[in-house]
């Protein structure tokens, strides 16, 4: 059962706008949010965390936005860089998961130059 | 940052052999550490989680007596792939938790082949 689900593929954008990816989850009890960022052959990067007690935190050109009625987070990255063309995954733990981390399947994103 | 520190990075094995890859956080105390598989274009899949001092968790699926798991200390896990076959071959990733509600940080990643 996909606790975290990632809906959308791949993306596309040109460079310099806006990129939205989004994440929806099951799990009400969720309490902590990341979204990571991957590079073929290496390891996931950390980019970005929100909790529960929280609908938006910024870092840089990466925002995250999260929606607990909808049980919904987005992660939007302006201005969008070729740079950031990768796989980026959202993730959820907490409430009750121990310290169990949930991924979504992943969206690829590329940013044309 | 918080850094975990994975070895070796690529390993080329006979099919029979084993394969130990090690999993280190090297500026933070991981009390949990997750074992991932990747297949080509395929998201990570849980392949189990360990616990310092504890026998590790697999998920369904996964043969604990093939993939063997050791979390000695709080900075150290080793997973162990007993008698591979080139179905065994794959991206393995370790990644590291310490505190509640802290990022979890990963490994750079093992590409095992087995021949």
């Known amino acids: 059962d996909q606790q975290v689900k990632q809906n959308s593929p791949s993306l596309s954008v040109q460079e310099g706008r806006i990129s939205i990816l989004n994440c929806d989850y099951t799990?009400?009890?969720?309490?902590?949010f990341l979204w990571y960022k991957k590079y073929p052959a290496e390891g996931p990067t950390f980019l970005i965390s929100?909790?529960?007690?929280?609908d938006k935190n910024e870092d840089g050109r990466f925002t995250v936005f999260l929606n607990k009625s909808a049980k919904h987070l987005s992660l939007h990255i302006v201005p969008s860089q070729p740079g950031d063309s990768a796989v980026y995954f959202c993730?959820?733990?907490?409430?009750?998961?121990?310290?169990?981390?949930?991924f979504g399947t992943g969206t690829s994103l590329t940013v044309i130059p | 940052g918080a850094v975990v520190s994975q070895h070796p990075s690529r390993v080329i094995c006979k099919s029979g052999t084993s394969v130990k890859i090690e999993c280190r956080s090297l500026d933070f105390q991981a009390t949990t550490m997750f074992w991932y598989r990747q297949f080509p274009k395929q998201s990570l899949m849980l392949m189990a989680t360990?616990?310092?001092?504890?026998?590790?968790?697999?998920e369904q699926g996964v043969e604990k007596d093939k993939f063997l798991i050791n979390h000695a200390s709080l900075t150290l896990s080793t997973l162990t792939v007993t008698s591979a076959h080139p179905e065994d071959s794959s991206f393995y990733i370790c990644?590291?938790?310490?505190?509640?509600?802290?990022?979890?940080?990963f490994g750079n990643g093992t590409r095992l082949t087995v021949t």
């Open positions: 990644s590291a938790s310490g505190q509640y509600n802290s990022p979890l940080h």
């Open positions: 360990s616990n310092e001092g504890s026998k590790a968790t697999y």
């Open positions: 993730a959820a733990s907490g409430g009750g998961t121990g310290n169990q981390f949930y």
């Open positions: 799990n009400s009890m969720f309490d902590y």
């Open positions: 929100i909790s529960s007690i929280k």
